[in-house]
């Protein structure tokens, strides 16, 4: 079955630098990956999402990287803010996208020092 | 539009009392999926519905939870003779069907004293 790592557990970043974090996966059949942000006391929001048949996408401040030979993906945050502070979750579908089923990754926390 | 809702937001309750958490999904969405998060922790999925499908309730930890959806639409998540080890926050999400991003609802923080 679908096995998602997430790097780095906690980051911590200056106000305008960029952060990266960083998931795998192990089925090649993969076809979908979202990112969640999850504020303190919410339920996690999607805030971007990529398909197979792309490389890359990006939503303002925010982009998706996908490398399919190597089974990783990764989100870049650039001129990151305050409000950027936040826990971050990668997933990718539960049998290769064969079912609805998302695994998360284990979750990265993201502190933006003013 | 409207977003998941859930309800209660917060359950406090006694331990061996039962608990019925309730989700209301985004209009048009056939798949809604149960969510437990303790403090500080991942995403534990619970179980999964799809349309008219038999629910897949392989990530149910004990015979003390259970969930139904009727109508295709509104589910309740029940969990009988509550632990302590039951306490967390219990999250609710619908997608349309297929790989699709999936929608959450504020969730609800149940406590067992």
């Known amino acids: 079955g679908e096995n998602v790592e997430q790097h780095p557990s906690t980051l911590s970043v200056q106000e305008g630098d960029s952060a990266v974090i960083k998931c795998t996966y192990s089925?090649?059949?993969?076809?979908?990956f979202p990112w969640y942000k999850q504020e303190l006391g919410k339920g996690p929001q999607l805030i971007i999402d990529?398909?197979?048949?792309?490389g890359e996408k990006k939503d303002q401040r925010i982009a998706v990287t996908l490398n399919k030979t190597a089974k990783h993906f990764s989100l870049h945050i650039t001129e990151t803010q305050p409000e950027d502070s936040a826990v971050y979750f990668c997933?990718?579908?539960?049998?290769?996208?064969?079912?609805?089923?998302?695994?998360f990754g284990t979750g990265t926390l993201l502190a933006v020092q003013p | 539009g409207a977003g998941v809702s859930q309800s209660p937001s917060n359950k406090v309750t006694e331990k061996g009392k039962d608990v019925e958490l309730r989700c209301d999904p985004i209009?048009?969405?056939?798949?809604l999926y149960w969510y437990r998060q303790s403090l500080g922790q991942g995403l534990e999925f619970l179980i999964y519905?799809?349309?008219?499908?038999?629910?897949?309730k392989s990530g149910l930890p004990s015979d003390r939870f259970s969930a139904e959806r009727t109508g295709g639409s509104v589910s309740t998540l029940t969990i009988q003779r509550t632990q302590q080890e039951d306490s967390a926050v219990y999250l609710c999400?619908?997608?349309?069907?297929?790989?699709?991003?999936?929608?959450f609802g504020p969730g609800t923080r149940l406590t067992v004293l």
């Open positions: 999400a619908s997608s349309f069907p297929g790989p699709a991003g999936q929608f």
């Open positions: 089925d090649s059949a993969s076809n979908y």
């Open positions: 990529i398909r197979s048949n792309v």
């Open positions: 997933a990718a579908p539960k049998g290769g996208g064969a079912t609805n089923k998302l695994i």
């Open positions: 209009s048009g969405h056939t798949a």
């Open positions: 519905f799809q349309g008219n499908s038999a629910p897949d």
